[in-house]
């Protein structure tokens, strides 16, 4: 067995936000020339190929995962992009909840496949803990 101990992934919500032209907590992806890919916050932008890193189809990504290097299981971490540090608390609880939501989805569906690594509110103690508690 092969482990990734540290898979990035791309919210799904953060791409479907992007192709109806609207944001994800301020973050767009843009399509540039040539097929590339940009994500943007504010007027910062990185070249990043975040359509490559989703969960839009988990066993797809699994089998193209094995297939091509050999990995069998994967350890789900945010991409650090998207942890959000920008965003005032209650935004960043909210989108906290919902990465969390989105990866134990995944990892609930194909438990021998996945695991999630939970994301948490960075500066705000009680933040972090209403997102790890649910409360």
């Known amino acids: 067995m092969a482990i990734d101990m540290h898979a990035h992934w791309v919210p799904r919500r ?21 097929g590339r890919e940009y994500a943007s916050l504010g007027q910062h932008m990185l070249l990043f190929s975040a359509s490559q890193g989703t969960l839009e189809d988990p066993m797809d990504r699994a089998k ?3 297939a091509e290097d050999g990995i069998t299981f994967e350890a789900l971490m945010l991409t650090g992009l998207f942890w959000n ?4 608390e209650d935004a960043a609880v909210r989108a906290c909840r919902e ?12 438990p021998e ?8 509110a960075k500066s705000w103690s009680a933040a972090a803990c209403s997102v790890q508690c649910g409360s």
Not at 85 to 88: A, S
Not at 113 to 120: D, E, F, L, N, P
Request: proline residues 2%; aromatic residues 12%.
């Open 85 to 88: 540090y920008h965003l005032p």
């Open 99 to 110: 990465v969390n939501e989105e990866v134990a989805e995944v990892q609930k569906a194909y």
């Open 64 to 66: 193209r995962r094995e």
């Open 113 to 120: 496949r996945y695991c999630g690594i939970q994301s948490t």
């Open 14 to 34: 953060l791409m479907s936000e992007s192709q109806a032209g609207r944001d994800w907590y301020g973050w767009r992806i843009l399509q540039g020339g040539a």
